[in-house]
């Protein structure tokens, strides 16, 4: 289950309609997917995409995504540093950014026009479609290890454009987890 943390705010929204709700102010469409047949941890990239392929079927046809893939990034994944590097500036596409997390997790973070920066932690049974143009960024969380089935319009619009703002710089890319949620926080 996604969690989102808003510092300016210093409120952690960690409920499925709370998350849910939040993210729609923003465009950001947030789903549980469950799949339609137990998949192991060495489930093959057809064996991800046959096992959710109902919820994918649908979102293709709903979001016009036309191509999927899996990508799957481990600690010892060659050029790891400088593959994060990429995504972990602000920047946007011009397509949307469709993730289903199967494994592990990964924070983004969010900063739409004239509203608070916030994360969005995600982890394995998040899908989160991120519309086009909405500035963002991502890091991996301390395992650095996420495994992601994605869904493009068109991948040649999924290059980043950076915004070169340096906001990200003030965001500690800090995972933190439900069991992580400081007691009393303030929720919406
Ligand atoms: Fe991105």
């Known amino acids: 289950m996604a969690v989102v943390r808003i510092p300016s705010e210093e409120k952690v929204l960690t409920g499925q309609q709370e998350v849910t709700a939040f993210l729609g102010r923003y465009g950001i469409e947030y789903e549980r997917w469950t799949s339609a ?11 991800l995409l046959q096992a959710y392929r109902q919820d994918i079927d649908a979102l293709k046809a709903r979001g016009g ?41 990964g924070l983004f973070h969010i900063h739409s026009e004239g509203a608070p920066v916030f994360a969005l932690e995600v982890v394995a049974g998040d899908l ?11 890091d991996l ?17 999924w290059t980043p454009h950076y915004t070169d703002s340096g906001v990200d710089a003030s965001f500690q890319p800090v995972c933190f987890g439900l069991s992580y949620v400081p007691s009393g926080s303030e929720r919406l």
Not at 37 to 47: I, K
Not at 129 to 137: A, R
Not at 144 to 154: G, P, S, T, V
């Open 128 to 138: 989160i479609c991120v519309p086009q143009g909405t500035h963002h960024w991502f």
């Open 141 to 157: 969380c301390a395992e650095r290890r996420i495994r992601a089935i994605r869904l493009f319009q068109d991948t040649s619009g």
């Open 37 to 47: 047949r137990p998949v192991g941890a060495e489930a093959t990239s057809d064996e």
């Open 65 to 105: 995504y036309r191509a999927v893939d899996v990508i799957d990034v481990r600690p010892d994944t060659p050029n790891l540093d400088a593959m994060l590097a990429k995504f972990s500036r602000e920047h946007w596409h011009d397509e949307d950014e469709v993730r289903f997390i199967v494994e592990g997790r």
